[in-house]
């Protein structure tokens, strides 16, 4: 995994253990600010400026190479999260890099460890520069976090367990197709987690059909690599809450017969970002210890147009019996997530939580950055505060009652598409889904387990000019509100 390695250093700035340092500043008058290097910072009008940067030449200051960030006057945990990751970003040559902040506030040695990691990732393996040339281009492989005595290396294991998870997601979702099929995301799955105290359960095409798994076998029989299921069983004795994770796992997306046009196909490896997630974050559980019992369903398929593929008209049988009619091949991920929410119910989780690059419509209705949230309980609430917690964006959606006749097919139970009609996308999608969730102690009776959707077709992938600590590419967004989701075993806390 490209992602540095991060220590807690306690030598005061300017440390002769790195190459280079990083200040991230708040104001430049603050007392800590010595005056040879307030002098420096003066010379090239650097005054703090939330997200400035700039590289500094301060030799009455220090003799290293020296970058200045600022976190602004008003800034939060959040703040220096970003800023120090957009400088771990961008101070590239530089093997081994500390980081200090100026700042009063509580806490800021782990927003800065944080940001470095999250900032400091980089994927180069697939490129063949030579090694000395990457050199000046590559990001730190180590970085010192300045912190106060009482704090130590093993104070760094959360911010350590979710930067190597949101780094999973991303070397996942930066893999290619061609090197990445279901058989080899699955096995990869079983393959990561076996060092730890999880069960890992994978259901091959055979396995698939003997279960019944339609939705899953619907979208993945157009390809010549079939499709997978993939259970990771996280559960630690004492655990009283139990949180399934359901992702959509297409490793790519060509939309089947109903094929997309070539440039909205472009990128579609990213179309298996839930499952990737799904995964980092039960891996995140076990190495965290969490007292909480974690089942990661992997929903994967290939979405490819052969003469075998399904096709418009035709209808699917899901694990449940629920027949489902595909008007469109290109909305696969809410079958493959049909099978996968059903899969989960039968085990009657506390919560269930979906993670899907689900729909189009969302990049439409919330723009790139926000993560989409719908469902019904208390999820939805607790995932809300979990990624205010973790300064990740999402907003939730409503699910329409009076949508509900759209899902209405003429030959069989629901259609997976709503032809002709583009209004509500995302939210069409989420009442899908919500169908396949089961009544909580598998009562018919009673209420469905509570749920929520996150449907992160914008913001799993930045495609603009990177920002804070997000780098072009892959995002992994949500990902860390879902361990600390997890982590308050899915609870409005
Ligand atoms: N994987 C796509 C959604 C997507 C689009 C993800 C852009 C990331 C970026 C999904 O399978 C899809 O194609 N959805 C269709 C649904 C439609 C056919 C009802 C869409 O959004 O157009
Ligand atoms: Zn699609
Ligand atoms: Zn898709």
Not at 116 to 126: A, E, K, P
Not at 133 to 161: C, F, G, Q
Not at 192 to 202: G, K, M
Not at 255 to 261: A, D, E, H, I, R
């Amino acid at each position: 995994m490209p992602l540095p390695d991060i220590a807690i250093t306690h030598v005061p700035f300017p440390t002769e253990e790195a190459d280079a340092l990083i200040l991230a500043i708040g104001a430049t008058d603050d007392p800590a600010v010595s005056d040879e290097l307030r002098t420096a910072l003066d010379a090239i009008g650097f005054t703090g400026k939330k997200g400035s940067f700039a590289r500094v030449y301060a030799p009455g200051f220090t003799e290293s190479a020296l970058a200045v960030v600022g976190l602004g006057q008003d800034h939060d945990l959040n703040t220096i999260r970003d800023q120090v990751g957009a400088a771990t970003r961008q101070l590239t040559g530089f093997d081994t890099v500390a980081v200090e902040t100026i700042t009063d506030i509580d806490g800021a040695w782990r927003a800065a460890a944080e940001g470095s990691i999250l900032g400091g990732y980089q994927f180069d393996v697939l490129k063949s520069t030579p090694e000395h040339e990457l050199a000046t281009s590559r990001r730190a492989r180590r970085v010192l976090i300045h912190a106060p005595k009482r704090v130590t290396d093993d104070d760094l294991s959360a911010a350590r367990a979710s930067g190597e998870a949101v780094a999973l997601v991303k070397d996942l979702v930066s893999t290619p197709a061609d090197r990445q099929s279901p058989e080899q995301l699955a096995d990869f799955a079983a393959e990561i987690t076996t060092e730890l105290p999880i069960q890992a359960t994978v259901w091959d095409e055979q396995a698939l059909a003997d279960g019944g798994f339609g939705g899953i076998l619907g979208v993945g029989i157009g390809s010549d690599r079939p499709p997978r299921l993939v259970r990771l069983d996280y559960a630690p004795e004492g655990a009283e809450r139990h949180v399934a994770l359901v992702g959509k796992g297409i490793t790519f997306d060509t939309g089947g017969l109903s094929l997309k046009p070539a440039a909205s196909m472009v990128g579609m490896q990213e179309d298996m970002t839930g499952a990737a997630e799904v995964l980092a974050v039960v891996r995140a559980a076990a190495q965290l210890a969490l007292p909480v019992r974690v089942t990661a369903w992997m929903c994967i398929a290939d979405n490819m147009p052969s003469g075998r593929a399904t096709r418009p008209g035709d209808v699917l049988t899901m694990v449940d019996g629920t027949t489902v009619e595909v008007t469109n091949t290109d909305a696969e991920g809410r079958l493959v997530l049909a099978d996968g929410l059903v899969a989960a119910s039968r085990e009657n989780p506390d919560v269930i939580v979906d993670v899907a690059t689900l729909t189009g419509a969302m990049v439409v209705a919330l723009g790139t950055r926000h993560t989409g949230i719908m469902g019904h309980g208390d999820a939805p609430d607790a995932f809300l505060r979990a990624s205010d917690r973790t300064g990740e964006l999402a907003w939730p959606l409503p699910l329409m009652e009076h949508m509900a006749e759209e899902l209405d097919s003429r030959v069989a139970d629901m259609q997976n598409a709503n032809v002709g009609n583009r209004a509500a996308g995302s939210v069409f999608a989420g009442m899908f889904l919500q169908r396949f969730i089961g009544r909580i102690d598998n009562d018919p009776q009673a209420e469905r387990i509570p749920w929520v959707h996150l449907d992160i077709a914008g913001s799993g992938m930045s495609t603009k000019s990177p920002y804070g600590f997000t780098d072009k590419g892959p995002t992994g967004a949500s990902t860390r509100a879902l361990i600390d989701f997890v982590a308050a075993g899915g609870e409005v806390v």
